[in-house]
């Protein structure tokens, strides 16, 4: 095989066979360590399967997908004394001494926010039959179903028309989860509610891009009534940052600001894309936004949501809300406040038109998988919600908060 480009023609100066041309030579040691961990991937899950089979509380499902570190594998726990655990997520890291570090990154990071929902859960299983495998290798999760935000982005614009957005209270409820996340973050012992003063753990995420946003079937509380759950994933290349600024908190409050964006304007993997500059109001002055594609506004958008959007990706991150305050704003006041009739009752803004979509999108139209048993309990979840949000903060009301967040929002 050649590796000569069509660029690298210059073979006068030198005798001998034509050279590979860097480029060329880069993009074969690529391909060759990329065919390496695909083995490597592959073996891994031969052996996970090798290492489940003889117990028959396990079934083996797949190979999920393998990364620079690692691989992931899908396994089946069918224990009906242990009705909660269903399918759970086996992440190895190979043999490099770089994929071990950003294991026992991962496995840290993920033992000091367990019990916080929006960051992916490790789970105990009893008897565990991994034990024989060294454990600096493996971590096992929750199974979060329904896919990563890259993927739903994708669905969401086959299902959508053509300049349509997804729907406001929609948007609204996956701000909060995104908001929940960096609260785990930031302050992993606070039950995902930031209260103004505490002070922060921080940890950046610093990997935060679509393939990293899981959702997964709603909870059975009020804040999950119309839309999935968002968690985070993959903390192996978080970190501890010194107290300067910008903080973890903020940066990591432009990232789901970045997320966000991708929502409203429905892009995949936008990393690629340069931001569009703008400049907006806040608090009598002007400063700049990385958010300049909803400047002025994308129709249909409500303009509070766009608003604090363009205040998370300001370019100057003392200009970001604090966690607190993007809290008590959304928890309190907007998503309980924006009810469909503030959107003039599109029917797009319904309860269950919201429901119809998003289970169209995840589920591709068809009814969800059911894992075990024959008991389906999606009737329990639907049918008796109550209205009222159970998550309060300390905030004391709308006047405090145009007080500490007076936003000209862009017209
Ligand atoms: N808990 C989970 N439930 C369901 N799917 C998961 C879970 N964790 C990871 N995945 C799937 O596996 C993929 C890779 O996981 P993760 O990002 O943790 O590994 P990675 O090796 O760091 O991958 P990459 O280098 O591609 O970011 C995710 O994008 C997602 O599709
Ligand atoms: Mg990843």
Redesign the pocket.
């Known amino acids: 095989m050649s590796f000569i480009s069509s660029s690298s023609t210059d073979s006068s100066t030198s005798s001998g066979p034509p050279r590979p041309s860097p480029s060329a030579v880069f993009k074969a040691r690529e391909a060759a360590a990329k065919a390496k961990r695909t083995a490597e991937a592959a073996a891994q899950a031969e052996e996970i399967k090798k290492t489940f089979k003889n117990d028959k509380r396990f079934e083996f499902l797949s190979l999920?997908?393998?990364?620079?570190?690692?691989s992931?594998c899908r396994v089946r726990y069918k224990d009906e004394a242990l009705p909660d655990i269903q399918d759970f997520?086996v992440?190895r890291s190979f043999k490099s001494p770089a994929a071990i570090r950003a294991l026992a990154v991962e496995k840290r990071h993920l033992g000091s926010m367990r019990g916080n929902r929006h960051v992916?859960q490790t789970i105990d299983i009893p008897d565990n039959p991994l034990a024989k495998i060294d454990e600096k290798e493996w971590i096992i999760?929750?199974?979060?179903a329904c896919g990563?935000m890259e993927n739903f982005i994708t669905r969401a614009k086959e299902r959508l028309v053509e300049g349509q957005t997804l729907p406001n209270r929609l948007l609204w409820r996956f701000f909060l989860c995104l908001v929940k996340s960096c609260i785990a973050m930031a302050h992993p012992n606070a039950g995902e509610i930031a209260r103004k003063g505490m002070t922060a753990s921080g940890l950046f995420h610093a990997?935060m891009h679509q393939?990293?946003i899981?959702l997964g079937d709603p909870p059975e509380d009020a804040e999950h009534s119309i839309a999935p759950i968002m968690k985070l994933?993959?903390f192996?290349m978080a970190e501890k940052w010194p107290k300067e600024k910008p903080t973890a908190e903020q940066e990591n409050i432009f990232d789901i600001g970045c997320i966000m964006l991708d929502l409203i304007m429905l892009r995949e993997n936008s990393q690629h894309q340069e931001p569009i500059y703008k400049e907006f109001e806040f608090r009598g002055k002007k400063f700049k936004t990385a958010a300049g594609r909803l400047i002025p506004g994308v129709h249909g958008v409500d303009k509070r949501l766009a608003g604090l959007i363009c205040a998370c990706m300001a370019t100057n991150a003392r200009f970001r809300p604090p966690l607190w305050l993007l809290h008590s704003d959304l928890a309190t006041v907007y998503i309980p406040g924006r009810t469909p009739d503030l959107y003039q009752n599109r029917a797009a803004e319904e309860d269950e038109a919201i429901t119809k979509l998003w289970r169209d999108i995840v589920y591709n139209g068809d009814p969800p998988e059911v894992i075990l048993g024959p008991e389906d309990e999606e009737d329990d979840i639907w049918s008796d919600i109550s209205s009222e949000l159970s998550v309060r903060s300390n905030y004391s009301g709308f006047s405090d908060l145009l007080e500490l967040f007076p936003f000209t929002y862009p017209t």
Do not use: P, R
């Open positions: 999920i997908a393998h990364g620079q570190f690692g992931t997520l992440k992916v999760m929750e199974w979060i990563t990997d393939g990293n899981l994933i993959d192996g």
